[in-house]
């Protein structure tokens, strides 16, 4: 039982990411407790509106779409290190502003727009550096297994978060939530800091060639980076949209308060830390058949949260749902980075967080729209028969790729012919 914790946790015998590691779980706690309280904040502002919920979650991936390879270049091209302290610098100052017009009861909903739009320019360019960051601190051998740690610790904020959130909410309000958080960025900044600057496996040489350009044409040759990216980018955004479909899903099917929401999103990251817990047992590249086939599970395990009858029985769908979402993130996020050039890595995974992340200003207002006008449940089981359908058409493509044809033989039974008085069997 110890050799398999030392296994799972081997990448924390490295200093500087057990320092990275704990700075991430810190920040991280704050910003799901933020976002909770952003959710909450809305729903009060707009009257239980599912589309001013949606437009708040596509005006923070927005820029996602539109500046994540920037962000890529940006990471390709200077320290990694030196600009994820400037990008938390920035999330301190973002969350203590809007925590001060939330406490001082002047906020409106456009502020929340707008607050809103700004975090998700700073989330579009620091998030590329962040995924590649990993590797300078471990290393390719350990990747896999940090890479499952970082979504693990994102997942372990993900189930405690909300939980505080829900019951601070309750008794203080959004405002208080909100400025908890702007403090919790204190710690990813002295973390930072505290790094052994000599230990980071940094490329001795920058990249003579690091326009956004060529790392599009570089993916582009590769149809095994493709086809994750497709994937994650059809089901990210149909599948992916929790914040919306559960906040709806608590307020207006099962009538319940905040703490309640709070309770379906820990169900949901209860299983997608499990989901992540397991993946850091990969020592190796997943395979294309790995992701495709978790793609399937998650997104047949959404759609029966979608037609969950009770706040029970949804509760429970979402264990199993969180841990398919986790390890499909994870499966893709490694077949992306344990296949790519270490001088492209930066504006690969820009492309991951862009079509992974990005889709979301697509795809959330038209989910919240649906789960206003067809019912909430619409947006829960219509996004998992489209992840379905998506994973089944990405099967098939990968069938003809390699040449690979499925039928169905059906043979004839087996009949009894009498000859001379013997008995013969004939198929």
């Not at 740690?149 to 309750?170: D, H, Q, V, W």
Request: positive net charge.
């Amino acid at each position: 039982m110890r050799r398999q914790l030392a296994d799972t946790f081997r990448s924390l015998r490295v200093r500087n990411y057990r320092l990275f590691a704990a700075g991430q779980l810190t920040s991280l706690l704050g910003r799901w407790m933020q976002i909770v309280s952003i959710d909450w904040l809305v729903l009060q502002l707009s009257g239980n509106s599912g589309s001013a919920l949606g437009f708040v979650t596509a005006f923070q991936f927005l820029p996602v779409l539109l500046l994540s390879l920037t962000g890529g270049k940006l990471a390709d091209r200077y320290n990694k290190r030196r600009m994820l302290l400037i990008f938390n610098s920035a999330w301190l100052v973002l969350s203590a502003s809007m925590a001060t017009l939330v406490l001082s009861g002047a906020i409106q909903l456009w502020h929340v727009f707008v607050f809103s739009a700004v975090l998700g320019v700073v989330n579009a360019l620091e998030n590329p550096v962040r995924q590649s960051f990993v590797s300078e601190l471990v290393g390719t051998e350990l990747l896999p297994n940090a890479l499952s740690l970082s979504s693990a610790t994102f997942n372990s904020a993900r189930i405690i978060g909300p939980a505080i959130a829900g019951g601070l909410i309750a008794f203080f309000g959004t405002g208080t939530v909100i400025a908890i958080n702007a403090v919790g960025y204190l710690a990813p900044l002295v973390c930072n800091m505290l790094m052994n600057r000599d230990d980071l496996l940094v490329p001795h040489a920058i990249p003579k060639d690091t326009r956004i350009r060529e790392g599009v044409r570089y993916t582009l040759r590769r149809s095994d980076l493709v086809l994750p990216l497709v994937l994650m980018f059809i089901i990210g955004g149909v599948g992916f949209n929790f914040p919306i479909t559960l906040a709806l899903l608590a307020k207006t099917v099962f009538h319940t308060g905040p703490s309640t929401f709070g309770l379906l999103t820990t169900a949901l990251a209860s299983g997608a830390l499990a989901g992540a817990l397991y993946s850091s047992k990969r020592r190796g590249r997943p395979t294309a058949n790995v992701v495709i086939g978790t793609a399937g599970a998650f997104s047949a395990l959404e759609t029966l949260v979608g037609v969950a009858p009770s706040f029970i029985t949804a509760s429970l769908v979402l264990i199993p749902c969180g841990f398919a979402m986790s390890f499909l993130g994870q499966a893709a996020n490694q077949r992306i980075q344990l296949g790519v050039d270490a001088d492209h890595r930066g504006r690969v995974m820009a492309l991951y967080v862009m079509v992974f992340l990005g889709s979301t200003p697509i795809f959330a207002p038209l989910i919240g729209w649906l789960s206003e006008h067809a019912g909430p449940r619409s947006g829960l089981w219509l996004g998992g028969l489209v992840g379905v359908v998506t994973a089944a058409a990405a099967f098939a493509v990968r069938c003809r790729q390699r040449d690979v044809r499925i039928s169905v033989t059906i043979r004839p039974r087996p009949r009894l012919i009498l000859t001379e008085g013997a008995v013969e069997r004939a198929a």
